[in-house]
């Protein structure tokens, strides 16, 4: 299947500070890739739809200024969470599809973000 | 809304034994289903994917259906592993052009004893 590389991996930042999170899909273009959240044993929570090239959309309940995400190129999306607090502290997932509508969905390794 | 079920919670059977992982969803208007491991810490990985045309698909050990009038689908495992154990989650795609969320079940823990 197709590789999608999430970065990093694990980050630990103090509260105040921003994060950036980078999904790359590594060999196929991407028009939409989405942004998940995961707190411990549960499932996913989907907090925003991100397209190349236009602004992304953004789930109910998720505050648009503090997560933000740029999808600059068919290849990258980014999820910065600013002024980080330690309830911030989760699992974030990125997902992306082949550019076809309603194709298989491939997901990136996740980010576990640690805010002291 | 959609929503989507999967029971049980939680599964532990004895290495070499063939399971099944089931999936329920509540609106059967979708375009694809698709069912995805994920260990520990780690991201998602896709396993098998059913378009709602199909009724099932095979990888290796792995059997996937889907009964789309009724709302469900089955994971079927075949001489389980050691290796097999983790969490499995499905997933559908509504059928709405241009709507591409996935909406995903609670997923099942397996753990299979050596």
């Known amino acids: 299947g197709a590789v999608v590389s999430q970065h990093p991996s694990r980050v630990i930042c103090k509260s105040g500070t921003s994060v950036k999170i980078e999904c790359r899909s590594l060999d196929f273009q991407a028009t939409t890739m989405f942004w998940y959240r995961q707190f411990p044993k549960q499932s996913l929570m989907l907090m925003a739809t991100s397209n190349e090239g236009s602004k992304a959309t953004y789930e109910q309940g998720v505050e648009k200024d503090k997560f933000l995400i740029n999808h600059a190129s068919l290849t990258l999306s980014t999820l910065t969470v600013t002024s980080a607090h330690p309830e911030d502290s989760s699992f974030y997932i990125c997902s992306a599809r082949v550019r076809v509508y309603h194709t298989e969905a491939f997901f990136g390794q996740g980010t576990r973000l640690t805010v002291v | 809304k959609q929503e989507v079920t999967q029971i049980p919670a939680a599964l532990s059977v004895p290495e070499g034994e063939n399971l099944v992982l089931n999936c329920s969803f509540t609106d059967s208007a979708i375009y694809n289903l698709q069912w995805f491991r994920q260990d520990p810490g780690k991201g998602l990985t896709s396993l098998l994917l059913i378009q709602s045309s199909q009724r099932e698909q095979t990888s290796g050990r792995l059997n996937a259906s889907l009964d789309k009038s009724s709302g469900r689908s089955t994971l079927y495992i075949a001489a389980s592993q050691p290796g097999d154990s983790a969490t499995y989650l499905c997933?559908?795609?509504?059928?709405?052009?241009?709507?591409?969320?996935?909406?995903f079940g609670t997923g099942t823990r397996l753990t299979i004893i050596p």
């Open positions: 997933a559908v795609v509504p059928s709405n052009f241009g709507n591409e969320k996935l909406t």
